[in-house]
Each structure stands twice: as C-alpha cells, then as structure tokens.
C-alpha cells in the first residue's frame, strides 16, 4: 500500500494511529502541502480534491477521506477494532470522530485560511482568533459530550482506543501547537494523555515523522 501523507496533516495523522494500531506496513510517500505539492497533477489524479491522506492499494484502488480510509481498514483488518462492537456504541464513537473530522478540523485547513488571508485579506491576529475560536469550540463541545456521558471510559467511549480517539487525538495536538490552554477541557485532556501514552497513538505524532523538519522532529 502507498500512503500520500504529510507530517503535519491532522487527517494523516488519524491513519497513521489506524495503521499502527492494526500493524500494517505501507510505503509512506511525503506530499509536501507547504510547498502545494498537493496540488500538482501528479497529485491531483490520485486525489482531484487536492486534500491528504490518501491509500492506493496494491491493485491501484485509491481510497480517500480520512474516516473512509479508517472504516475500510477496520473491515479488511478487524484487529484490533476501530469501532465497539454494539451498534449504538458505534454510532457514538463515530458521532464523536464527526464532531472533529466533519464540524471543527475543516475549519482549520490550509485551503480555508489561504482563502481568508489571501482573498478576504484576513490579517495574521485575526487568522488566530478565527483559529482559536473554532479549535475551542470544539474542544468545549468534546468536553460536554464526553463528561456528560456514561460511555466515557478510559477513551471516548470505554476503556479501548476507537476511531473517537483517533480524532480526538489530531485536534488536541493542534489545540496544543496552538497553545490552547486545556485547564477548561479535563476530560478531553485525560482522555488525550491515555491515548497519546499508546506506542500506537505517539509513533503516529505529526513531530515524530522521518519527514518533520529537522528542527521541530521529536527524538
Ligand atoms: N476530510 C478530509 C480532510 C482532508 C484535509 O483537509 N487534509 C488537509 C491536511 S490535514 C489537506 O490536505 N489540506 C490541503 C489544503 O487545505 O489545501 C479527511 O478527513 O481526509
């Protein structure tokens, strides 16, 4: 399998979690989105949205959309699972996995802030409060759900990682290379930590890839 990915994609980095939780071995290749290598025609035939990750299968097929890219992984490997075995557990831990991947992160995407400073002349204190105001909105609406809820556990939802986890994971690593406080958030801090303490969960980290610029790579 190839995986197009970049070092600091918050979706790449919720197949990476998935890839590693399920011990699947892929042929990592760096796309560049700093240098808008996503957006070249080599890049664009295998994704026209012009968006990362994406996973070509062996036979050619490309999949892409994060969350789509993790349910098919979780069928053709079901071990571990992504997702709990009941089915209104499902439905929450990809309630959960939406709150962020469908609601908050897309509000944050290169394209949207090239959108707002280049075309909207949004300068760069605004762009942060724009940042900032969508990242804790989510990070409040996480921490409501998941303090508020019986099926919390150890993760979003019991006491095993889930795709929930995995999303959660990306944004509160942004919220902290954002420099967000978390102090207002201490479920979605605890259920952070827990996650991020798995080998699975800090391998995957956008700072511990090979392709992280030298000065930020964790060691
Ligand atoms: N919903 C998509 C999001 C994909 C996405 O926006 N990826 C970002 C990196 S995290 C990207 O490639 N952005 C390029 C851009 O915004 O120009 C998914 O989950 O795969």
């Known amino acids: 399998m190839q995986f197009f990915s970049f070092w600091r994609s ?3 980095f919720r197949v990476r979690i998935a890839l590693n939780l399920k011990g699947l071995p892929v042929e990592v290749i760096p796309v560049d989105i700093d240098a808008g290598a996503h957006r070249n025609d080599a890049y664009r035939k295998i994704n026209p949205q012009m968006a990362l990750p994406a996973l070509v299968e062996d036979d050619g ?6 969350l789509a890219i993790l ?3 979780d069928e053709k490997h079901p071990s571990p699972p992504l997702l709990p075995a009941d089915i209104k557990g499902r439905a929450r831990a990809r309630g959960i996995a939406l709150m962020v991947a469908c609601e908050g992160h ?3 995407t290169p394209r949207v802030r090239r959108y707002l400073t280049g075309t909207l002349n949004l300068d760069q204190p605004r762009l ?3 940042l ?3 990242t804790t909105e989510t990070l409040a609406a996480l921490e409501a759900r998941l303090s508020g809820d019986a099926e919390t556990g150890r993760f979003c939802h019991g006491d095993v990682p889930t795709m929930a986890d995995i999303c959660l994971a990306g944004h509160v690593t942004f919220a902290l290379m954002q420099q967000i406080d978390l102090a207002p958030y201490p479920t979605v801090k605890r259920v952070f930590d827990t996650a991020m303490a798995l080998p699975a969960f800090a391998a995957a980290h956008p700072l511990a890839q090979p392709e992280t610029p030298e000065g930020m790579r964790r060691k």
């Open 71 to 73: 349910e098919y992984l």
């Open 106 to 108: 897309p509000l944050l």
């Open 61 to 66: 097929t490309t999949l892409f959309q994060s």
């Open 10 to 12: 918050l979706a790449s």
């Open 132 to 134: 900032t105001h969508w």
């Open 128 to 130: 942060q409060a724009w």
